[in-house]
């Protein structure tokens, strides 16, 4: 079946742009985890929804950056005000649930230039 | 703070040999260990993960995980130039929901 997608594959911005980033989970994946991977580090993590509702925001770095996911389904990721330190690569990742194996998506790059 | 520590590499093995990756946590509290393989520009694959203490073992790959030690590792056996990745361990305090924290990875080289 279809596995996590991501839009845009590439993004390439200026300084102080406003920019969103796409993800669409696995079908019937309750769980959605946003993460961010800059170069030569692991991902780190972002945002956990289940259904919905934003379940664990902690690791959002500031309030530039905010999520949604009005349906339950696809969810986007905003990122306000953008600095040259929000270049990486954005993942998506969804699982049934808790406890079960999370699959990610081929990741947004963001370059702000 | 969580933190799971990896040496960054590159760890260079020839063809056939095994490959042995590790991985320490401070978090005495994780209770899912995971691995992930990444090939560059590439997202993270799943490829193990263990739950409880001892050995698992899935084809070439055996994971071993030690909590007492706060201690995960990753044998490859048999190792494939195909295997030439960075493999990331991440960890899950599995408080409900599977956020993971990972490590910086270890880049993995197998020589023909």
């Known amino acids: 079946g279809a596995g996590v997608s991501q839009t845009p594959s590439n993004k390439v911005t200026e300084k102080g742009k406003y920019v969103e980033l796409r993800c669409d989970p696995i079908?019937?994946?309750?769980?959605l985890y946003w993460y961010r991977q800059s170069l030569g580090q692991g991902p780190e993590f972002l945002i956990y929804?289940?259904?919905?509702?934003?379940?664990?925001d902690s690791g959002l770095p500031n309030d530039r950056f905010f999520a949604v996911r009005p349906e339950g389904s696809v969810s986007t990721l905003k990122i306000q005000r953008t600095e040259r330190g929000d270049s990486a690569v954005y993942l998506c990742?969804?699982?049934?649930?808790?406890?079960?194996?999370?699959?990610f998506g081929p990741g947004t790059r963001l370059t702000v230039l | 703070q969580k933190e799971v520590e990896q040496n960054s590499g590159p760890l260079s093995v020839p063809e056939g040999a095994i490959a042995s990756l590790n991985c320490t946590y401070s978090d005495r509290g994780s209770q899912s260990f995971f691995w992930y393989r990444q090939y560059s520009g590439k997202s993270p694959e799943l490829i193990m993960s263990i739950y409880s203490n001892g050995d698992k073992e899935d084809g070439r790959f055996t994971a071993q995980l030690n909590k007492a030690s706060q201690y995960v590792s990753l044998l490859i056996r048999d190792s494939q130039p195909s295997d030439s990745a960075t493999y990331l361990c991440a960890v899950d305090l599995n408080s409900g929901y599977s956020t993971l924290t990972f490590g910086k990875g270890t880049m993995l080289l197998v020589s023909p």
């Open positions: 079908s019937g994946h309750t769980a």
């Open positions: 990742a969804s699982s049934l649930g808790s406890g079960t194996s999370v699959d």
């Open positions: 929804f289940q259904g919905t509702g934003a379940a664990d």
